[in-house]
Nanobody, 116 residues
Framework: QVQLVESGGDLVQPGGSLRLSCAAS????????MGWYRQAPGEQRELVAT???????NYADSVKGRFTISRDNAKNTVYLQMNSLKAEDTAVYYC??????????WGQGTQVTVSS
């Protein structure tokens, strides 16, 4: 079993910034890819950003240039720095990890609300 603990979601004004964190713990021999997804009300869950164990990143077009994903392999933690936030970034953000060759885990989600 792997546990993912997310933090950092909040209410922020348009143009503001937030930093999300997700710490993985449990029966982990190898963390392969880590990433963030989001789901807005009435919408499907969508990819935000991913990062491999070697640091290769991938971003949704809608967040390129505004969001930055990073990871601390020593702490099994992934971060999402979100700048220049827009109302359309409002969603529940979920952490996702691929580990131990073929296993996958999801976090419980953290709410990000961008509103004036």
């Amino acid at each position: 079993q792997v546990q993912l603990v997310e933090s950092g979601g909040d209410l922020v004004q348009p143009g503001g910034s937030l930093r999300l964190s997700c710490a993985a713990s449990g029966n982990i021999f190898r963390l392969i890819a880590m990433g963030w997804y989001r789901q807005a009300p009435g919408e499907q869950r969508e990819l935000v950003a991913t990062i491999t164990s070697s640091g290769r990143t991938n971003y949704a077009d809608s967040v390129k240039g505004r969001f930055t994903i990073s990871r601390d392999n020593a702490k099994n933690t992934v971060y999402l720095q979100m700048n220049s936030l827009k109302a359309e970034d409002t969603a529940v953000y979920y952490c996702n990890v691929d580990y131990n060759l073929g296993r996958e885990a999801w976090g419980q989600g953290t709410q990000v609300t961008v509103s004036s």
